[in-house]
Nanobody, 115 residues
């Protein structure tokens, strides 16, 4: 099983990015997918999740209304659109899934929000 994130970068406050996670090695369309983030000196925190079919999404209160999670089961990708970025959104963003009793993580993609 492999998860590979991309799309991070440096953006000004108020800007937007689209983060992507490419999945392989498992039946992607059968599993919930999640995004987490970890800021410097802080614990990793939940950001968003999407059900296997894409019909149900959940968000952390801190990102609700600004971030949107979506998935393409044919392409085996999950996307996080991040809008109205704030400096406090600066973190490494990770793609995650729970598969056969274990957590799997990608390598992460850095998002830096700074003027």
């Amino acid at each position: 099983l492999q998860l590979v994130e991309s799309g991070g970068g440096l953006v000004q406050p108020g800007g937007s990015l689209t983060l992507s996670c490419a999945a392989s090695g498992f039946a992607f369309s059968n599993y919930f997918m999640r995004w987490y983030r970890q800021a410097p000196g802080k614990e990793r925190e939940f950001v968003a999740r999407i059900s296997s079919g894409g019909g149900t999404t959940n968000y952390a209160d801190s990102v609700k209304g600004r971030f949107t999670i979506s998935r393409d089961n044919a392409e085996k990708t999950v996307t996080l659109r991040v809008n109205s970025l704030k400096p406090e959104d600066t973190a490494v963003y990770y793609c995650n899934t729970w598969f056969r009793g274990s957590d799997y993580w990608g390598q992460g993609t850095q998002v830096t929000v700074s003027s």
